[in-house]
């Protein structure tokens, strides 16, 4: 499969761990968005990278979070003292740069805090 | 800010008839309009889209049109079949260099047979 991966599919975790998600996208594709969605809802943006650079950060990603994407290739979004209302479905997606365009989607991450 | 409204909801119609999913969206800069759909349980897949430069684009039975001054753009689905039942997302992409979405919030279609 050479699409957008990511992985785990689903993680279960208790309120106050931390928990780590990965994305693998298109290989050549230079953009990388993170994105949350939660029922009922459209994905949210949280985050987006050109290369290694993290370049934007929504006012929704709290000092809990934190995204990197070290070699400009695959990219984890790590969640440090989790909360019941991080629940949701975490959306990796990749895009070609140079103007705006399609952007491939992965088929996320669902994160249950209990 | 940046926002994009949606509208239906929810929508049910009957196979063979149209469905038309409108959404309007804020930043007038916004160059970039894509349509996602979205099955139960897997990823958003990009249906068609449409650049600011272009009134209406159209793919087999589905179509987009863009009315740039009232900041209104919408899908229509024609001659609609079970399988295009999903929820359908509208978006805009902003020119902040980002290029990132923001999404409308869904609209549920259900065709009936």
């Known amino acids: 499969d050479t699409g957008v991966s990511q992985d785990p599919r689903h993680k279960i975790t208790k309120r106050g761990q931390n928990v780590t998600f990965r994305c693998d996208p298109i290989?050549?594709?230079?953009?990388l968005y993170w994105y949350r969605q939660t029922l009922g809802q459209g994905p949210e943006f949280l985050t987006y990278f050109q290369n290694e650079a993290q370049l934007e950060k929504s006012r929704l990603l709290s000092d809990r979070f934190s995204a990197e994407r070290p070699k400009g290739s695959f990219s984890t979004l790590e969640i440090q003292r989790t909360e019941q209302g991080d629940s949701a479905m975490y959306l990796c997606?990749?895009?070609?740069?140079?103007?705006?365009?399609?952007?491939?989607f992965g088929p996320g991450t669902r994160l249950t805090v209990t | 800010g940046e926002n994009v409204e949606q509208h239906p909801s929810t929508l049910s119609v009957q196979e063979g008839d149209s469905a038309v999913i409108k959404c309007t969206y804020s930043?007038?800069?916004?160059?970039?309009f894509p349509w996602y759909k979205q099955e139960l349980g897997k990823r958003p897949q990009l249906i068609i889209d449409i650049r600011s430069n272009v009134g209406e684009k159209k793919d087999q039975r589905i179509a987009v049109t863009l009315n740039k001054t009232a900041k209104h753009f919408s899908l229509h689905i024609t001659e609609t079949q079970p399988e295009d039942s999903a929820v359908y997302f509208c978006a805009a992409s902003f020119t902040s260099g980002t290029y990132k979405y923001i999404f409308g919030t869904g609209t549920r279609l259900k065709v009936l047979a």
């Open positions: 930043d007038s800069a916004s160059n970039y």
């Open positions: 290989s050549e594709h230079n953009r």
């Open positions: 997606a990749s895009s070609l740069g140079g103007q705006a365009g399609e952007q491939y």
